[in-house]
């Protein structure tokens, strides 16, 4: 598949990183960048077009809303960013409002157009954005748990010395406070992990809880996160671009709950292929049954 045109929507930390490490990348021929605050998005435009000579894209430009729409990818970061000592959930009213108001000034969509949501809470804003499009579910997702799920791989491979990349776990339901760990199907060489010499159910759910708290300390140390996030956003968009066909955990939407929640799915240049709903022993079960309560109760609120 061809290199194509990504507008990232929202030009603050997270957006500017993002275009960064695509461009780093070479994930994208064209980047447009479109902010409400138009002098700062033309500073980060002129900033990033310096990067122009050591990556295969050829411009980087300020945007509109509606140039976005006609994007071949949209990744949206608009909205206010957590506070210390702020859960994602806490941003669900203002960020509702914004999503809603920006999905509306993009259109007419692209058909094709795919829309990789980023703004949190990221499962709800996921959620009203398939609402709102008019664009088939599969070409909408959120960033969801897959870098909740990296940081736990991580940890578990610094623990016992082996490449993150051969740790085969996930992170699941809602990125936030009910996100829970399918531990019952995870492995490491074909051996479960809850069997794994030297690794013991205390330590992994010790390591899962500093997985899933690494954002809050990491945004009471420096105000936000960038990095981390930027690179998930750059390998979504490789896994569309090249239809890779790999499997990533993404927030989608899961019929039996009419909710959005991070499920491990196949990505291609359609979007959403497959989702996959790995076996879950009945705890984990009863856990991903409350993540999508939680999610469902909040979206009542919603107007």
Known sequence: MKKLNVAIVGAGTVGSTAAYTLLLRNL??????????????????????????FSSASEV????????????????????????????????????????????????????LIIIMVTNPVDIMTYVAQKIS?????????????????????????????????????????????????????????????????????????MAQDAKNKAYDIIQCKGSTAFGIASCISAYCQNIIFDTKRITPVSCY???????????????QEGIEQILIPKLNDEEKKLFKKSADVLKSYIKQLK
């Open 61 to 112: 430009k300020l945007g509109t809303l509606k140039d976005a729409g006609q994007a071949d990818i949209a990744i949206i970061t608009s909205g206010i960013p957590q506070k210390p000592g702020q859960t994602r959930i806490e941003l669900l009213e203002t960020n509702n409002k914004i999503i809603k108001n920006v999905i509306s000034e993009m259109k007419p969509l692209n058909p094709e």
């Open 134 to 206: 008019g664009l088939p579910k599969n070409q909408i997702f959120g960033s969801g748990t897959l870098l909740d799920t990296q940081r736990l791989r991580g940890l578990i491979g610094q623990k016992i010395n082996v490449a993150q990349q051969s740790i085969h776990l996930y992170t699941l339901g809602e990125h936030g406070d009910t996100q829970f760990v399918a531990w019952s199907s995870g492995t490491i060489a074909g051996v479960p992990i809850l069997e794994f010499p030297n690794l013991n159910k205390i330590e992994l759910q010790k």
């Open 28 to 53: 994208a021929s064209k980047i447009t960048l479109v902010d409400i605050n138009e002098i700062k998005c033309k500073g980060e435009v002129a900033d990033l077009s310096d990067v122009l000579s």
């Open 254 to 268: 899961l019929e039996e709950f009419d909710i959005c929640m991070s499920m491990p799915a196949v990505l291609g």
